[in-house]
């Protein structure tokens, strides 16, 4: 698939996905974003940029959030100042959890790809979970509220500790 295939792949898959999230119930929001990273992984990065650009938060935080994931996961250096100016213009989310976090850690992410680094060390400066596609994540202790994991990078080694906290509306993850 050529680039301007892909492109257009992305506009055109863009384009369905705006008109289904805005009126879809949170779980189908949920599952459209994922569709995008699940079936069209190739161009996922570009339409998820699409989407944060034309939502304009008209859609719930959970698919900004995911969006931002496939960035993170899938995005190249070349999407850096498209994602800068969005995040310049963003919202602030008024609830316990401001997804804005998502998008500035998925720049952090492309940043570091950009200089020629692996993007491990900024995606747990972010304080997100381990991605399974980036680390192998291994169990080490479970306690009430609290998981341990050693989480692996794939592509340079390096192993981190994370402590996973339930939280009472979301888990947070703390590196080391």
Same mark, same amino acid.
């Given at each position: ?11 055109? @898959? $863009?384009?369905?996905?705006?008109? *289904? ?6 779980? =189908?929001?949920?599952?459209? #974003?994922?569709? &995008?990273? +699940? /079936?069209?992984?190739? !161009? +996922?990065?570009? &339409? *998820?940029?699409?989407?944060? =650009? ?6 719930? *935080? ?6 931002? /994931?496939? @960035?993170?996961?899938?995005?190249? +250096? ?13 919202? $602030? ?16 992410? @492309?940043?570091?790809?950009?200089? %020629? ?7 747990? *400066? %972010? %304080?997100? #979970?381990?991605? $399974?596609?980036?680390?192998? !994540?291994?169990?080490?202790?479970? =306690? ?6 050693? +989480? ?11 402590? =996973? /906290? ?11």
């Amino acid at each position: 698939m050529t680039e301007h295939n892909s492109l257009e792949a992305a506009d055109t @898959l $863009a384009r369905r996905l705006l008109e *289904a999230i805005p009126g879809a119930p949170l779980g =189908e929001q949920i599952a459209l #974003a994922r569709l &995008v990273d +699940a /079936e069209l992984p190739a !161009v +996922a990065a570009e &339409v *998820a940029l699409q989407l944060l =650009e034309r939502l304009d938060g008209r859609a719930s *935080a959970s698919v900004f959030m995911m969006c931002a /994931e496939t @960035l993170r996961v899938h995005g190249e +250096a070349r999407g850096l100042p498209r994602l800068r100016a969005l995040r310049d213009r963003l919202p $602030a989310f008024p609830g316990v959890r401001d997804w804005r976090a998502d998008v500035d850690r998925a720049i952090s992410v @492309l940043e570091t790809r950009q200089r %020629g680094g692996c993007s491990c060390v900024a995606m747990g *400066a %972010g %304080g997100g #979970a381990p991605d $399974a596609a980036v680390f192998d !994540v291994e169990v080490v202790a479970r =306690e009430p509220c609290l998981i341990t994991m050693r +989480a692996s990078c794939r592509t340079c080694g390096r192993a981190f500790v994370v402590t =996973e /906290e339930e939280g009472y509306h979301c888990p947070t993850f703390r590196w080391q």
